[in-house]
């Protein structure tokens, strides 16, 4: 399931792992945003990133 919201910084200082998304990027954590929150990668943002690059790594290699 895909929730989509508009976060304000109380709900960021109160999540446990935060990251951010896009085509070209992949997954990526984020440590801090305005001086709110102090997150290490966890485990679910490093999975949706390993996942993520072996889908496109996957898709590479049928595309040859």
Same mark, same amino acid.
């Given at each position: 399931r895909v929730d989509e919201a508009v976060l304000t910084l109380d709900d960021l200082a109160e999540a446990d792992d935060?990251?951010?998304?896009?085509s070209i990027g992949g997954v990526r954590s984020v440590a801090a945003c305005r001086? #709110?929150?102090?997150? %290490?990668?966890?485990?679910? #943002?490093?999975?949706? %990133?390993?996942?993520?690059e072996a889908a496109w790594q996957s898709a590479a290699g049928s595309a040859r």
């Open positions: 935060v990251f951010v998304t896009n001086g #709110v929150g102090a997150w %290490r990668e966890g485990r679910l #943002v490093a999975r949706l %990133r390993s996942d993520l």
